[in-house]
């Protein structure tokens, strides 16, 4: 940017002018010709950035309606699954009971030997 500044300032002092097909700029400095340029290519980057973010919201809402529309068939897809039987017995129950399986007990003496062998 200041590479542009001085480029501009400094060549403030020689008018040209432009001829393009038939039509002939006014005379101008360098250095406004310069500016001209600068701002007309950054107005048409403007541009074409919101026809590219224009097309990407457009793109961007299509998927997320497929995304709704396979969620929803992969909903309708799957079987009603029943409501989960309670793990634990509520009641009495001897043989609901014996398939709970208990917890093993830590035995202190192997967990003295374990930790000797090891020093």
């Known amino acids: 940017m200041r590479g542009l500044a001085v480029l501009t300032i400094f060549n403030f002092s020689t008018q040209v002018h432009i001829v393009m097909f038939s039509w002939q700029s006014p005379d101008l400095p360098i250095g406004m010709w310069i500016l001209i340029a600068f701002f007309l290519g950054a107005l048409l980057l403007y541009f074409v950035s ?8 457009r793109k961007i809402k299509h998927l997320q309606r497929n995304i709704a529309e396979l969620q929803e068939q992969v909903r309708a897809s799957r079987p009603p699954t029943p409501a989960p039987a309670s793990p634990l017995p509520s009641g009495p129950d001897v043989s609901a009971q014996s398939q709970v399986m208990p917890m093993p007990t830590m035995n202190p003496q192997i967990d003295n030997l374990s930790s000797q062998n090891f020093r």
């Open 50 to 57: 919101i026809a590219s973010a224009w097309s990407d919201k």
